[in-house]
């Protein structure tokens, strides 16, 4: 399992995001806003793909895959 951690500087470079990347698909995007929009509901509504994530990591620890981490800093 290839998990990639990308952080982000916003266009004003008083913001910040992070995306993260399971064997090269977007499963986990949040990014800094307006702050009325940082809500569960808006902006940060990608939390609710923290169980799948955690579960597919445990899935792939039970089969012996190779963890391999990247973390990348993006302007």
Known sequence: MKI?????????ENTVGISIEIDDKEEFSVHEGEPEDMSFGRNLSDIHSIPDMLQAAYEAGKRGEELVMEQEDEE
Request: charged content about 20%; glycine content about 12%; aromatic content about 22%.
């Open 4 to 12: 990639k951690t990308t952080y982000h500087i916003g266009e004003y």
